[in-house]
């Protein structure tokens, strides 16, 4: 099994992209030992390990071996983009609920699409708010997915089966829906809204018979949840849904309600979950996907500002989506140069920024996402933790 696991990457990859074999030994051979942590999934023709990067056969992936890897470009790899602030629910641990502003239309959106890819982009996430709410999210992933992976990030609200059908014919490539608990009460009250847990069943079916996309869940989880330790509870259900993916993350300490180190996980906790993924990947049913272990030390790290990149529906440039810092506007200044004076400030480092930082926010209560000015001061006097084991292989 696990030789398998170590070929059919190699070779699924290398056939696709012959250029592979020129990237330096090292940094493939990094890459090959964590593509082995993952089953290979064949979603209408898509070989995926995971939804954080590109399906292996994918001309996305090829951009990600050409640019990055070989070239080294300076530019982002991954982005996040706000397509509508509009959203029904009010989840307590929402990133995004206090931005405010002038949401950028669809011709400003584009054009960002296309800034980010020039940068180097090869995965984009879209979010909110609600982007199913967007009119015209399937005309902007039509023209964002060519050498793009796009991922949605949904509720679910609004998707119909003549939508998912046009999302999927016009490039998505994968979609998490956001379902956090097994227990419909519990998921519909965090949420704040009456038919949450319906709504994203629903959604999920939905996708799964558009046929041709990774269909999975994203997935915060308390850290009382992984206390009581009912994550596996939580993932049986999941795989009762046959889904392709669990995208599972921690309740992040982005927002004022959540400005607590009892809710920041801990080591242990992280390595708990580490295991649990480990093990349910070695088995059968669905990838479970531990954003923690991506960003990790061992791994990738925290690429917030460095590799990756948020612009939201206003057009606020930050580093991620869990780091309330802005950096400029689309609309003031070009993004190429906005996303440059950042990426100097945030060296790519081996652990989470908003994890280790959180406390910095504390003076700008109520008044998130911070400025351009004192986000500047923030950074200046943060704290950064070395390299993360690719970037170590990356920049020698």
């Known amino acids: 099994m696990s030789g398998n696991r170590i070929r059919r990457p190699v070779l699924k990859t290398v056939l696709s992209n012959p250029r592979m074999l020129r990237v330096r030994p090292s940094v493939s051979l990094f890459m090959l030992k964590y593509m082995k942590k ?3 999934r064949n979603s209408g023709g898509q070989m995926f390990i995971h939804s954080h990067l590109p399906a292996l056969n994918s001309p996305a992936f090829g951009r990600f071996i050409k640019e990055h890897l070989l070239n080294k470009g300076s530019g982002p790899s991954h982005a996040q983009i706000g397509l509508t602030n509009a959203c029904p629910q009010r989840c307590r641990y929402c990133y995004n609920r206090d931005h405010t502003g002038r ?7 584009r054009a960002v699409i296309r800034d980010l890819k020039a940068m180097g982009v090869f995965w984009l996430g879209f979010t909110g708010g609600e982007p199913l709410l967007n009119k015209d999210i399937v005309s902007i992933t039509r023209e964002a997915a060519d050498g793009c992976a796009i991922k949605l990030f949904t509720t679910g609200f609004g998707l119909t089966p003549a939508l998912a059908a046009d999302l999927r014919n016009a490039g998505l490539s994968s979609v998490s829906v956001s379902l956090d608990h097994w227990r419909e009460d519990i998921y519909d009250y965090a949420r704040g809204y009456a038919g949450a847990f319906r709504t994203a069943l629903a959604a999920i079916k939905i ?29 049986v259900f999941l795989d009762g849904l046959e889904l392709d993916e669990a995208w599972l993350s921690e309740t992040k300490p982005s927002i004022e309600a959540v400005w607590n180190p009892d809710i920041v996980i801990k080591e242990d906790e992280r390595n708990y979950l580490f295991e649990i993924q480990d093990r349910w990947n070695r088995g059968g049913g669905l990838t479970v996907n531990y954003l923690g272990h991506f960003e990790s030390r061992e791994h990738f790290g925290c690429t ?11 057009g606020d440039v930050g580093p991620c989506v869990f780091v309330p810092l802005t950096f400029g506007n689309v609309r003031e200044r070009p993004l190429g140069e906005i996303f440059a004076a950042m990426r100097r400030r945030f060296p790519t480092e081996d652990d989470c920024f908003i994890n ?7 003076p700008f209560a109520g008044r998130l996402p911070v ?3 004192d986000s500047l001061k ?3 006097a943060a704290r ?13």
């Open 371 to 373: 400025g351009r000015e």
């Open 38 to 40: 993952f089953k290979i």
């Open 304 to 314: 917030a500002g460095h590799k990756m990149v948020y612009v939201d529906a206003f």
């Open 356 to 362: 280790r930082n959180f406390e910095m926010l504390r």
């Open 384 to 396: 950064f933790g070395p390299l993360a084991g690719f970037f170590r292989l990356y920049y020698r």
């Open 207 to 235: 996708f799964q018979d558009a046929g041709g996309l990774n269909v999975g869940v994203s997935a915060v989880l308390s850290r009382e949840m992984i206390r009581r330790h009912e994550v596996e509870e939580f993932l």
């Open 103 to 109: 949401v950028m239309d669809t011709d400003t959106i």
């Open 378 to 380: 923030i950074v200046e």
